[in-house]
Nanobody
Framework: QVQLVESGGGLVQAGGSLSLSCAASGSFFSINSMAWYRQAPGKQRELVAIIFSDGSTNYADSVKGRFTISRGNVKSTEYLQMNSLKPEDTGVYYC??????????????WGKGTLVTVSS
């Protein structure tokens, strides 16, 4: 069945940049949206960025102007470019896709997460 896998997390100094990638192992019949969420220790998971099928995007206020979400050439890939990173950006970042896989049902699909640590 379909599986989402994130990559690109790691340790970076404040002010630096990092790029995250997400790829689905299976094919989707349709994808309504792709998104990145993050969760810091002891805090709720929050929406960082989302891109819809028409290309429109929304960002959390805290990352506007610093992060950019994009879709890959293949439809089951997404990216998050993070610039001017701050210590408060630290957390586990999760890839999300809302759609219907060829052999699955319409729902949210999630990756297992990748850790981003920003040192001060």
């Amino acid at each position: 069945q379909v599986q989402l896998v994130e990559s690109g997390g790691g340790l970076v100094q404040a002010g630096g940049s990092l790029s995250l990638s997400c790829a689905a192992s299976g094919s989707f019949f349709s994808i309504n949206s792709m998104a990145w969420y993050r969760q810091a220790p002891g805090k709720q998971r929050e929406l960082v960025a989302i891109i819809f099928s028409d290309g429109s995007t929304n960002y959390a206020d805290s990352v506007k102007g610093r992060f950019t979400i994009s879709r890959g050439n293949v439809k089951s890939t997404e990216y998050l470019q993070m610039n001017s990173l701050k210590p408060e950006d630290t957390g586990v970042y999760y890839c999300n896709m809302y759609g219907k896989p060829l052999g699955g049902i319409l729902r949210d699909y999630w990756g297992k997460g990748t850790l981003v640590t920003v040192s001060s």
